[in-house]
Each structure stands twice: as structure tokens, then as C-alpha cells.
């Protein structure tokens, strides 16, 4: 049976989970899971830069970010068309099962960069895919923790406007996963 929209209390905000399309979101902030050229791509990357306007979002990355984004660390555009005032550009890594350690600390950092920049910018609400479990084939089971300890620890900094981070996952099973790592990221 499908999961359905779970949350858990994190000091003065919140993180959930759902099964959305991230672009349909009413937030400050959708994070991409964008590649290190910023050049687009396909999956989630394809549908942001489709919602915000190809050209436009192009545009704004060459200019603002020409040297791209190294793996495990983010870039922060307008909205462009989209609802959301900001896009966030996290680059995940390539899942590799031979620097699996490597990869878990870069998705961890490629979280914590992006709800960082999200938080510099005064944003309260923040709407994430899960980054790298696509394309780039990081096992779900073992991204949804790092994924939602990050989450945890941006919301737990002192002074952040974070007030919600939304995982917005795109099938019933990746859902399912995050719900049930969700219910075991004890707060602190
Ligand atoms: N909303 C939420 N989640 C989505 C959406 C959406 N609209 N579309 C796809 N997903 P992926 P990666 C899910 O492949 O693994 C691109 O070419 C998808 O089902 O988008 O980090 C980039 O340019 C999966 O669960 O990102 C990079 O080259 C999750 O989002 C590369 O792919 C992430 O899948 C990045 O690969």
C-alpha cells in the first residue's frame, strides 16, 4: 500500500515527505539534481528547466556559474517563470559501489550546500527531489537517511529561516522509503 504525506517536528520547522512533482510546489526554494557542466539533462533537471524556461535558465547559469559545480556542492538561480523565487542546482554524485563512503559524504554535502544557500537567501520553505537516486543510480534505501539527516541538521542550525524542507519523491516506492527512514530520524 502507498504511503501517504508523513512529517516530523524539527525544532521550530518541519520535514516531509510526499509523492509530487517538485516544479507543482508552492515554495521559496526547488532544489534541481543538476549535473556539474549545469548544462540540463534529463529526469528532474529536464522538467525544472522546462518549467522555468529553457533559455532563460540557461542563460543565467553560463553567466552566473560559468566554471559549473563541483560534485557534493550547489548553485543558486532566480526562479526564472517558476512559482518558486529560487532554483537551487545540487550536484550529486554518480553512484559507484567502489567509493561508496565518498558518495554518501557528497550527497550529504550536496544537501547541505543547497538548503545553506536556500537559508542565506531567507527562504522558509524548501522542496527537494532525491538527488542521484535517478540517472545517477544511488540506491534509494541508502540515500533517503543522508538525504533527511541533512534535512535535519539545516533545520536544527541556529538562526535559519528554514522552516520547511519538502521531499517531493516521485514514485510510491521511493515514498514508502523515505517514510520509513523518516520514522526512524529520531530528532535530537
Ligand atoms: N519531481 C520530483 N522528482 C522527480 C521529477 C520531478 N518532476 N522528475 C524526476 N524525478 P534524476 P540524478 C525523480 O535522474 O539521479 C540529469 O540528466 C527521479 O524519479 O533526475 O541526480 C542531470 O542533468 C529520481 O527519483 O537525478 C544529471 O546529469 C530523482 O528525481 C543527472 O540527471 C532524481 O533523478 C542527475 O541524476
Known sequence: MAAGREELEVGAGRISVERADVTALEVDAVVNAANSQLAGGGGVDGAIHRAAGRHELQEELHRRYPG???TGSAVITSGQR???AHIVHA??????AARAAECDGQLRSAYRSALALAAAEGCATVATPSISTGIYGFPVERA???ALTAAREA???AGTPLREVRFALFSDSDLEVFAAALATTAPR
Open 68 to 70: 559549473g559545480c563541483p
Open 82 to 84: 517558476m512559482r518558486a
Open 91 to 96: 550536484v550529486g554524485p554518480r553512484w559507484s
Open 144 to 146: 533517503a537517511p543522508i
Open 155 to 157: 533545520l536544527e542550525e
